[in-house]
């Protein structure tokens, strides 16, 4: 049985880090594990700073908010730095250089990938970056299933969407095997 | 004449793109797989299988899904849902709505929750069947409106002027927040109140998987209806320990319904006698059916030397404090109160026989301790941990721990 | 006009319960609801079909007097309690009884948004132009000048024109009369429960106890015979030039036109999201 596995993914308003959120935890569902998924944000529904908390078990979970992260990215330096300390010495560390540039810690586990650069180079506009890094991360900390992340994109947005969507998922894949040791 | 405002509008239901994902969305929470379900959404649901036709509520932070999701789902199966003109509109819509007959819900936060008071302190006078659900944020006045805090405790119980029931909910989960709706609207049929379901911001916008059960497991009450001829009828019959049938508009008993003080027939009153009999009809009908009321979680009690008192989402930081101090050989309980008014008076006092000290966290300036200390005053050798906090910011499991090796 | 025998208004009422009332000798609100129960005595209206809905204030004291399903609620709020029960049980007949204070002041963001809605309620409104109940305090409809117990040296607030406001927030039937005028405010009454949607009647009425006294108007008799002679129909104020009007009360119905009522409206929406094939 395995403990808790504390997910925080943060950067600001607007680069839809909430749903990121609720697509994992829905992939968690679907794998039929434990999950909860809590969030805090200002009051604007764009900028200021943005926060998704995923917490996945196979047993009760009590406290639904991370607070010893198991894994935490980050897509701009405020949330770097306002959160890297509370990372877990054996935690996986994914931050977004397009925005951060300067690291304060050296965590064992880290990963610096320009998302946002890839997601405008690769599909034309940085809006798909908070999929584009989720798949990274899932890929990279084997967390859910792949398919089951799939599933979960298609069924958390618009069925416009979906299409696009996957296809950032897959460019985050991919990049993951690149950078994967 | 104003041209503009007289000329007919005609309203065309051309579902916009992203309807049919949420639409279909919400079907499939329907069919009662395990879903990853929001607090809110489940506070919705509970109200539809509570069978809830009536809503009427105003837009606020935190609680807007509930009314966006009821907005979807009402129509459907010929419920009403209205968007009044503010907050007191809404409680006043769902009192008249439940004398017609209506099972009728509404649904606010802190601000709007102020505005309703007199309306709730009516639909208790009146003893009309109502639910308000309260999604507290961080207060007094607009404060932090996507944050978290629990400071309408007291104000759940005590903001209509005057004394008068008060019957709150306050679930820990998604899945209790949808078991508690249905228990919230139950209570108000039966009990013919405004029954109060409080949350927290957090497990409001909270997700969780949940899988809702099947209707046939959900149980549902609705109000007594007379079976007196209509002039035999009295709105306000003391029989059956103050649970006495309640005709609707329309059905024949036409009968009068008013704020003032009144005797049992529902009309103005202002004899000492009828007006005491008032009053004490509106506090036995709790009184009388207190142990049908009160609900509450004991957690590792049986042989708890320190007790954690805690509601809502400070009690499941508490939870995952007990398991890590247990980790380490300390003896630790929690008792969680589902229901906080009628507050569990014989549960605290039982608790505060068997354990050394009692700890309290809680998102506010110290309202549970209130009652606690209220209990405890004959006991001085009990000791009491106070944890409060309002600053948006969540207790966390570490911090109880801390303060209550501290405090030991 | 169908014929009402006498003891209608007896019949209608809750003679065993709740008499006398608190209403003043003198007072208009009486023979309003005589006019009201003569209307709906001509009517093919069940009294279990009636519901009357009022606030707080003198006038809104009528509905524990009569022998319908009656709510007496909240001061202010008696138009946002009428839009749930009418919502609920469209088939009923909603009657709400409110006052000049009751509806326009405290009462005003229900009376505009209902009315902007036209969901289908009867407002009577009897316009005392101040608070009776309390005492004789200014109220939006207290005249400039006159004198109220919160405006002792006189009210330097202009007044509302409760129809002109009725039907700027879009009201569909929006009627004025006089206390004095019985059969009118009879034939109105009728016309407004006959109108699918919302309607208005200000009933300009006379407290002689109070406003009265306060503005030397001396008893009930004389502010009767101010309200017929300083009162104009319509048809005859169309024809008058403006200054002759100065200072007149217009008498009639000011607009009565058909527009999409609420809650026919909100069947409608309901029937197409269900064809839409929601869930059974």
Redesign the interface.
């Known amino acids: 049985m395995m403990k808790n596995y504390e997910i925080r993914l943060s950067g600001s308003g607007g680069q839809g880090l909430i749903l990121a959120g609720?697509i994992l935890?829905?992939a968690?569902?679907i794998d039929?594990?434990?999950?909860?998924?809590?969030?805090?944000?200002?009051?604007e529904s764009r900028g200021g700073s943005s926060r998704a908390d995923v917490i996945i078990s196979d047993q009760e979970?009590?406290?639904?908010?991370a607070?010893n992260f198991d894994c935490l990215l980050a897509l701009t330096q405020e949330a770097c730095d306002k959160y890297l300390f509370d990372l877990r010495d054996t935690g996986v560390l994914i931050i977004d250089t397009t925005y951060v540039k300067n690291l304060a810690l050296a965590a064992e586990n880290t990963y610096e990938v320009p998302f946002t650069d890839i997601a405008i180079e690769k599909l034309g506009s940085p809006i798909s970056t908070n999929i584009l890094s989720l798949a990274f991360l899932v890929k990279i900390t084997g967390i859910v299933k792949e398919a089951s992340l799939k599933q979960s994109i298609a069924?958390s947005v618009?069925?416009?969407f979906v299409e696009i969507n996957h296809k950032a998922m897959q460019i985050g894949f991919d990049l993951a095997a690149k950078y994967g040791k | 004449m104003n041209k503009k405002t007289t000329k007919a509008k005609t309203t065309k239901i051309e579902p916009a793109?992203?309807q049919?994902?949420k639409l279909e969305?919400l079907q499939?929470k329907r069919e009662r797989k395990?879903?990853?379900m929001q607090g809110n959404e489940a506070v919705a649901f509970g109200a539809l299988d509570a069978g809830c036709n009536f809503f009427a509520g105003y837009p606020i932070?935190p609680s807007t899904e509930i009314a966006e999701i009821l907005a979807l789902e009402l129509p459907k199966r010929g419920g009403v849902f209205v968007q009044m003109e503010d907050e007191i509109a809404s409680i006043s819509a769902i009192t008249g709505a439940s004398l017609a007959g209506a099972k009728a819900l509404t649904a606010t936060s802190g601000p709007g929750f102020s505005l309703m008071q007199e309306g709730i302190g009516y639909a208790k006078i009146t003893e009309t069947p109502c639910v308000v659900v309260n999604v507290q944020r961080v207060g007094p006045s607009t404060g932090?409106?996507?944050?978290c805090a629990q400071g309408d405790m007291q104000q759940a119980r005590w903001g209509s002027h005057g004394d008068s029931p008060a019957i709150v909910l306050y679930p820990d989960s998604v899945k209790e927040c949808y078991e508690l709706t249905i228990r919230a609207i139950n209570l108000s049929e039966k009990y013919r109140t405004c029954v109060i379901l409080l949350l927290d911001e957090?497990l409001g916008?909270?997700?969780?998987?949940v899988r809702l059960p099947d209707m046939a497991n959900v149980r549902v009450i609705s109000r007594i209806k007379p079976t007196v001829p209509p002039h035999w009828y009295k709105h306000y019959d003391e029989n059956q320990k103050y649970l006495s049938p309640l005709a609707s508009f329309g059905e024949g008993y036409r009968y009068n319904v008013t704020g003032l003080t009144h005797d049992q027939l529902g009309f103005p009153t202002n004899k000492a006698t009828e007006a005491a009999d008032m009053m004490e009809r509106l506090r036995k009908k709790i009184t009388y059916n207190i142990r049908d009321l009160v609900q509450i979680e004991s957690y590792k009690m049986e042989d708890a030397k320190i007790a954690i008192f805690a509601a809502g989402?400070v009690a499941?930081?508490a939870?995952?404090a007990v398991?890590m101090a247990r980790q380490e050989g300390i003896p630790v309980g929690l008792l969680r109160p589902l229901t906080i008014w009628p507050f569990p008076d014989d549960a605290v006092r039982k608790m505060l026989r068997d354990v050394d000290v009692v700890v309290v966290p809680e998102l506010n300036q110290g309202q549970l301790v209130r009652e606690i200390q209220r209990l405890v005053k004959d006991r001085s050798d009990s000791k009491l941990i106070k944890i409060q906090r309002v600053n948006g910011k969540?207790i966390?499991?570490?911090e109880i721990l801390r303060k209550m090796k501290e405090g030991m | 006009m169908a014929n009402i025998p006498q003891r209608v208004i007896h019949d209608w009422l809750r003679h065993d319960k709740k008499f006398p009332h608190v209403w003043c000798a003198g007072c208009s609100n009486g023979i309003v609801l005589g006019s009201i129960i003569r209307a709906l005595a001509g009517m093919d209206i069940q009294r279990d079909d009636i519901v009357m809905v009022s606030g707080i204030g003198c006038s809104s004291r009528m509905p524990v007097y009569v022998d319908f399903n009656t709510l007496h609620t909240l001061h202010g709020r008696a138009i946002a309690y009428a839009t749930g029960v009418k919502l609920h049980k469209p088939h009923l007949k909603v009657i709400v009884i409110t006052g000049d204070g009751d509806c326009t002041a405290i009462g005003g963001n229900h009376l505009i948004h209902a009315a902007r809605r036209n969901i289908d309620l009867t407002v009577i409104l009897i316009n005392n132009n101040m608070y009776g109940m309390t005492g004789g305090q200014c109220s939006p409809t207290t005249p400039h000048d006159a004198i109220a117990t919160t405006a002792p040296y006189g009210n330097i607030e202009p007044d509302f024109n409760i129809c002109d406001l009725a039907m700027g927030a879009g009201a569909s039937f929006v009627a004025r009369t006089t206390a004095f005028h019985t059969q009118e405010t009879q034939n109105m009454v009728r016309e407004a429960i006959e109108h699918p949607g919302f309607s208005l009647i200000e009933v300009i009425s006379a407290c002689p106890v109070i406003f009265g006294r306060l503005n030397k108007k001396g008893g009930a008799p004389q502010m009767m015979k101010e309200m017929r002679d300083n009162s104009v129909p319509l048809a005859a104020a169309d024809k008058l030039p403006p200054e002759k009007l100065e200072g007149k009360i217009v008498r009639g119905i000011l607009r009565k036109e058909i527009r999409p009522e609420f809650c026919a409206q909100y069947a409608d929406l309901s029937k197409r999201v269900q064809a839409m094939g929601g869930e059974k």
């Open positions: 609720i935890a829905r968690a569902v039929k594990r434990r999950v909860t998924q809590t969030q805090s944000y200002g009051p979970i009590y406290f639904p908010e607070t069924e618009k069925p416009a | 793109e992203k049919p994902t969305e499939e395990m879903v990853l932070t932090m409106p996507t944050s957090v916008h909270m997700r969780e998987a989402i499941r930081a939870k995952a398991s969540l966390s499991p570490t």
